[in-house]
Nanobody, 124 residues
């Protein structure tokens, strides 16, 4: 499986942005698809994850209520809709895929497939 992230850009605080992660090269039925982000000088941080088969979702507390993860099974694509963006949301956003157990899905080191990252810059 390969992942291609897109949709990043420069926005102002309060704006919205939708990121896309297109998957190719294999079936996603056994995967969980997640978004992580990494700000300069900081560790990679979990944002949201969706189980491809069944659609179970989890969000990080830091984005809950402002972010929605969704999938389009026909297009093999996962989306991250971000509303009410804040300057602290500025980061490179990565999509990733894993088949590990649900209890570990917030741990970025357990993901073995990564997209290339897309930069989101939020200006105050």
């Amino acid at each position: 499986v390969q992942l291609q992230a897109s949709g990043g850009g420069w926005v102002q605080a309060g704006d919205s942005l939708r990121l896309s992660c297109a998957a190719s090269g294999g079936t996603l039925n056994s995967y969980k698809l997640a978004w992580f982000r990494q700000a300069p000088g900081k560790e990679r941080e979990f944002v949201a994850v969706i189980r491809w088969s069944g659609g179970t979702i989890r969000y990080a507390d830091s984005v809950k209520g402002r972010v929605t993860i969704s999938k389009d099974t026909a297009k093999n694509t996962v989306f991250l809709q971000m509303n009410g963006l804040k300057p602290e949301d500025t980061a490179v956003y990565y999509c990733a895929a894993t088949r590990i157990v649900w209890s570990e899905i917030e741990n970025h080191w357990r993901y073995d497939v990564w997209g290339q990252g897309t930069l989101v810059t939020v200006s105050s």
